[in-house]
């Protein structure tokens, strides 16, 4: 008898201990679609767009969150649950999506964003963005896609950089940030933010 109610309980049991975990689409849905959009694409310029993005820095970002690396009060509850195969499911679904790309207001400073890009300053010591991000501004799969970013977010993020506050990535950045003048670090910004 004991047996059956034990094979009984565990009947019961098991279909909610083996429950499969949300999918990508869900976990967008309930936790990412508030600020990075359903399809990737930011609900306002303060957040990333995440549609396009390289899937292995995704990947990384998210780790970072999760264990605290990369600092932040709404990223860090969010990811706190997520197990590697949940984060591995996100990153391919944003990395799928396609990117889009944002009108600039003044379309003179571009010109002066692609050759900091494309060259940088030699007179201050910046190097080109391109050398590590690459031509297109794709990134690699250590770096993230710049291309069709909201300048806002970029501008707030070379802001973390100068300032140190944002330490998970790439050390480089502290110096080039801090040697970017304000309207060089608008001109990439917006330069960016209009590549497809």
């Known amino acids: 008898m004991k047996l059956h109610t034990l094979a009984l309980a565990c009947a019961f049991i098991a279909p909610a201990a083996w429950a499969a975990e949300p999918t990508a689409e869900a976990l967008v849905n309930s936790r990412c679609a508030t600020c990075h959009g359903a399809e990737g694409h930011a609900t306002s310029p303060i957040f990333p767009s995440l549609a396009g993005q390289n899937r292995e820095y995704l990947v990384k970002q998210m780790q970072d969150f999760k264990s605290k690396k990369r600092v932040s009060e709404t990223m860090a509850p969010q990811v706190a649950d997520l197990s590697e195969e949940a984060i591995a499911g996100l990153a391919d679904f944003f990395a799928a999506k396609k990117a889009r790309t944002h009108r600039v207001a003044d379309a003179d400073i571009i010109p002066v ?53 944002r330490t998970n990535d790439n050390e480089a950045m502290h110096l080039v940030a801090s040697r970017l003048t304000e309207m060089e670090a608008k001109a990439v910004a917006d330069y960016l933010s209009q590549l497809p």
């Open 113 to 165: 964003g692609r050759y900091i890009y494309t060259k940088g300053n030699s007179w201050s010591g910046v190097p080109a963005c391109a050398s590590c991000h690459g031509e297109n501004a794709s990134g690699t799969a250590s770096l993230p896609r710049l291309a069709g970013q909201n300048a806002r977010y970029l501008l707030s993020q070379l802001k973390d950089f100068n300032l140190r506050t």
